[in-house]
């Protein structure tokens, strides 16, 4: 089973690499941005599914990232690959500065402080026309012939996070993560330092949506603050996590997948009712299935939490 499961791994890979070759440009664009839901959403998880707090603020991260490799690549003439890798370490810096006071609060609190750090970002940036042009957006440079090649970032960025998450989960990292979910005042009694590590977390899980959004910047070649602030695209990473498996290797991956596929079907014929259909999905998730696809079936079979 172990085996077929990597082979066929190797081959979704392999396939998924030669795709641009191959593929339509409308095609490369679709897994382009299936490739950034499996990143946040994945990332997400590593906050949320883990430790149990619930992150509403998560694409401030996403912007983030996307400002910052917009200034840098506009004003300072910075590479796009390099300007998004700084927009990943900015969405660190920011994870450090917020956290820190945040999760010092729990449950409901620290997400509704979550939610108010994306509307305050959202304002700064407004705020500071003459940095990111205000309401007024900001313009990149016209890049030729760029989809393939943040394809290929892309997809890179998505592979690196699940790798990540793998590696954590089978962890004694993930291990005390995973304790602080079930029972922080046990983890707390049990001598792990639950503060240091709810921060580590989330320092990791801030860096991919900052990578993915300085890509998604560079792709579209434009950004202003209602673009990359939505708060939509934090309630979509959570509910793709919530619908593969919270706290799993390749739930969210499953989840990004199916939702994504499934949006983009409904979302071709039925342009005004697909949010009526993506609303319907999270409460069924949320009253039917709260542990989602992979959860159920780790708890009905028994199976392994490397899954």
Known sequence: MKRWFFAGLVVTLAALALYPMQGTGYGV????????????AQSWNLISGLTGY??????????????????????LGWPWLL??????????????????????????YF?????????????????????????SGLSMPTLLHASVPIYYAMGLTALLVTGLTYIIITSRFGLRLMTIR????AAEAMGIDTFRYK?????????????????????????EPMSV???ITT???IVMVLFGGKGTIWGPVLGAVLLFTFQEIVWARFIYLHQLFFGGIIVAVVLLMPRGILGVLQQKYNLPRTI
Request: net charge neutral; aromatic share 12%.
């Open 29 to 40: 664009r679709t897994v382009l941005q299936l490739f950034m839901w499996i990143a946040l």
């Open 111 to 135: 997400a509704i402080a979550m939610l108010g750090l994306n509307e305050v970002l959202r304002v700064i940036v407004s705020y500071f026309e003459g940095l990111t042009g205000g309401g």
């Open 182 to 185: 079930e029972d922080e005042v």
């Open 199 to 223: 921060l580590y977390a989330f320092l990791l899980s801030a860096a991919g949506p900052g990578i993915v959004g300085g890509l998604a910047a560079r792709d579209q070649g434009y950004i």
């Open 229 to 231: 602030f939505p708060l």
């Open 54 to 75: 619930v992150s509403f603020g998560h694409v401030a991260f996403f912007g983030m990232g996307a400002y910052t490799a917009g200034i840098l690549v506009t004003k």
């Open 83 to 108: 300007a998004c890798l700084a927009g990943g370490v900015m969405a660190m810096v920011l994870a450090l500065v917020i956290g820190w006071p945040c999760f010092r609060l729990k449950g409901p």
């Open 235 to 237: 309630i979509t990473m």
